[in-house]
């Protein structure tokens, strides 16, 4: 800051609020500023302001996996409404590993972040409520459901489940596969206990062998479901693992919705052009991501909020094209094994 102000002849305090952005500085004496700054090649060290203003104007973001469509959106819509309020946002990916999450919470905690929005791998063991309580920053999770420890903003995915089992029980499906979200996380638990209440209301027979997991259904376990010799009338999966489903159903001759029905939980453009265009279960993921910034925000504002914030958003179904009433000769083996 010294070398700037040399070079641009001015005070060295003048430096200080050309970098912070003070009104009450002439446009020619900014002016010089950003020329010397430039033509020295000077970067503002931002850990040492951190530690000197206590606060880094940093939020962290843990995602499982930026490559799914919903949570970058979902980060997306968050980054924006924190960014008009000149904070940055440092986002991590933890691929539900949790001694990699172990290492970025920790890293996370040096960088003096004033924020923290998060899917953690694991909403439903209290010792690890514990490591985010240490980070002694506002801490909203999304997609996550830590019994009254955090504020969240959710989905409603029992009922987006509920949806989708109702609509296929009403084509007639009777063996119906879901590929739910990860245990221990809400959107797992949640998936599973829509999609079997649902079936009890239809009278379905439960069968744990149509209850998979995302992050284990990759090309062969979908092979292996699809080549079953009870193979499922209808799929419910979340959107990468439809893909998936269609992609392996293509390769194996077996025609979508013909042969196979598959509802998408989570939308996307493509969604709607692809052959056959996919049936879906949504939410809007751009609105849970803006709220979670907006609650921590509050958090960071001093407003006082009254007990943990717990809020939901619906889901709510789009029929396209990919879903049909089963064939009348896999009605009849069902019935038979039955």
Known sequence: MQDVARLAKVSVGSVSRVLNSRDNVAPEIQEAVRAAMAQLNFVPNVVARSMRKGSSSTIGCLISDIGQYTAAQMVSAAEERLRERGFEVLIANSHFDLQREGAILAGLKQRRLDGFIAAISDDETPEYYGILHKLNIPVVLWERDAHGEFNCVLTDHADGCRQATRFLA??????????????????????????????????????????????????????????????????????????????????????????????????????????????????????????????????????????????????HMIVRESCGAPRTSLRRNQTHAA
Request: glycine residues 8%.
């Open 170 to 315: 009403s084509l007639g499906h009777r063996r119906i596969a879901l590929v739910a979200g990860h245990t221990n996380t809400w959107v797992g638990r949640e998936m599973v206990r829509g999609f079997s209440r649902e079936c009890a209301n239809h009278g379905i027979a439960a069968d744990p062998s149509l209850i998979l997991r995302t992050g284990k259904f990759d090309a062969q376990a979908c092979h292996d479901l699809l080549t079953s010799s009870t193979r499922p009338t209808a799929v419910i999966a979340p959107l990468n693992d439809a893909a998936t489903l269609l992609a392996v159903a293509h390769e194996l001759g077996i025609s979508v919705p013909g042969d196979l029905s598959v509802i998408s939980i989570g939308d996307h453009q493509y969604a709607r052009i692809s052959s056959p265009a996919l049936t879906v279960v949504t939410q809007d993921p751009r609105a849970i991501g803006r709220e979670a910034a907006d609650m921590l925000l509050y958090q960071l504002d001093g407003t006082p909020l009254s007990g943990i914030k717990r809020s939901i958003h619906p889901m």
